[in-house]
Nanobody, 124 residues
């Protein structure tokens, strides 16, 4: 069993930056691929970025490429999402997710564990 706790959300002006963190419990964190998803008001949850078990492979959705960076520190059981050049359309609840498979996943159904989410609000 893996528990995930996100932090780092908040209110920021357009063009600003935030770094989200997701702390994981469990000794098998380093074998899990991780991902970030988000859900804006009135919309379905969508994929943002994913990272494989070692951090050597990442993938992100087109709308955040060049602005968001996913990374992980297996020694700290933590995955990060660095968000730069934020836009109002990035406003959403951001969720961290883990899958018991070392490879990248872009679909919700591929993930086994979810955090409670952290709110990110970008003002114009």
């Amino acid at each position: 069993q893996v528990q995930l706790v996100e932090s780092g959300g908040g209110l920021v002006q357009a063009g600003g930056s935030l770094r989200l963190s997701c702390a994981a419990s469990g000794r098998t964190f380093s074998s899990y691929a991780m991902g970030w998803f988000r859900q804006a008001p009135g919309k379905e949850r969508e994929f943002v970025a994913a990272i494989n078990w070692s951090g050597g492979s990442t993938y992100s959705t087109d709308s955040v490429k060049g602005r968001f960076t996913i990374s992980r520190d297996n020694a700290k059981n933590t995955v990060y999402l660095q968000m730069n050049s934020l836009k109002p359309e990035d406003t959403a609840v951001y969720y961290c997710a883990g899958r018991g498979n070392s490879g990248l996943g872009t679909r919700e159904a591929q993930y086994d564990y979810w955090g409670q989410g952290t709110q990110v609000t970008v003002s114009s």
